[in-house]
């Protein structure tokens, strides 16, 4: 049978633009189904796995968008499914307030195709555990091979009942392995069939020890951390550097601290028509305006960039 329940959103709102705000639609356990309009995700469950889809239903109301969620289970399961709906939800952001960022772009005239077509916020992961992880696979290597290498070793994790192929990613869609049983795979596993690189030995002990009591109820507890401190916290974790601590921030919803990386500088060199690559004091002093925003406002405008305001208009 199908459990399914509907959540309101606040707009504006688009699932599209979610789904398509950040890459880690393109790795377990998530999926994005351009064709249908359908978020995936591979639920754990136990041994085993199910998929929780999630589409945006039709609406004609003026405040809110509709979220329908749905997985094919029994009515015993609708615990599992609750707790699902509320880790899809969160990896949507679903609740995150953006009000004061819509003023502020208004009001500074940019990014007018943001609020018009429901963009700004920025898919996470499904836990703060694996973000942190995942962030690791992608430090220094090109985004199409840190999406193979996140799959191929996601792939030791158990697929979902029905089975869900990503067409346009290639891949068969699994849920996301136990942060213990990666690191029990060893540093010359990740190296040889991830391919990971010098990253292995990260990998094995940020999953190690994430999977411990101690560092969860840390991760919990950073949340309340202001932003200078929870930067300096997640440069603790061994091949998180500056852009990779400033790029889990944004998926935290924390956007005071600037991604510059090699794709940022390119971005700016091309928008602003330089004819040499800005210095990372170049690209501070023009996002100061934005203030707690303007990671935010950055991110945006590297999506405007790549896909071109047409695209993002969709």
Request: charged share 30%; net charge positive; glycine share 6%.
């Amino acid at each position: 049978m199908t459990l399914s329940t509907t959540v309101k959103v606040k707009k504006p709102f688009s699932l599209r633009e979610v789904a398509t705000s950040h890459g880690w639609s393109d790795v377990a356990p998530l999926a994005w189904n351009a064709e249908t309009e359908t978020f995936y995700l591979a639920q754990r469950d136990g041994r085993s796995a199910f998929l929780v889809r999630a589409r945006e239903k039709p609406s004609r109301a003026k405040h809110h968008a509709s979220i329908e969620f749905s997985a094919e289970l029994n009515s015993k399961d609708q615990k599992k499914f609750d707790d699902a709906v509320r880790v899809l939800a969160q990896v949507l952001r679903l609740d995150f307030d953006l009000a004061e960022f819509y003023d502020l772009i208004r009001k500074e005239k940019v990014l007018g195709w943001v609020v018009k077509h429901g963009a700004g916020r920025i898919l996470r992961g499904q836990d703060d555990a694996s973000d942190v992880v995942k962030m690791i696979f992608q430090t220094n290597i090109a985004w199409k091979q840190a999406v193979k290498c996140i799959n191929r070793v996601a792939a030791i994790a158990p697929k979902p009942r029905e089975g869900y192929f990503d067409e346009a990613g290639g891949r068969e869609l699994t849920s996301f392995p136990k942060l213990l049983d990666i690191a029990n795979k060893g540093e010359a596993w990740l190296a040889e069939f991830g391919r990971v690189g010098y990253r292995a030995p990260f990998i094995v002990l940020s999953c190690t020890e994430l999977s411990k009591p101690a560092k969860q109820k840390e991760l919990e507890e950073m949340h309340s951390l202001d932003d200078k401190r929870l930067m300096k916290y997640l440069r603790t974790f061994q091949g998180i550097g500056k852009s990779s601590a400033a790029s889990l921030m944004n998926l935290f919803g924390r956007y005071s601290e600037l991604v510059i990386d090699s794709g940022s500088i390119n971005c700016f060199q091309m928008k602003f028509g330089l004819s040499e690559p800005p210095t990372e004091k170049d690209v501070e002093r023009h996002y100061a305006r934005f203030g707690r925003w303007k990671s935010l406002v950055c991110w945006l405008e590297m999506v405007e960039h790549y896909r071109g305001v047409g695209a993002a208009k969709g």
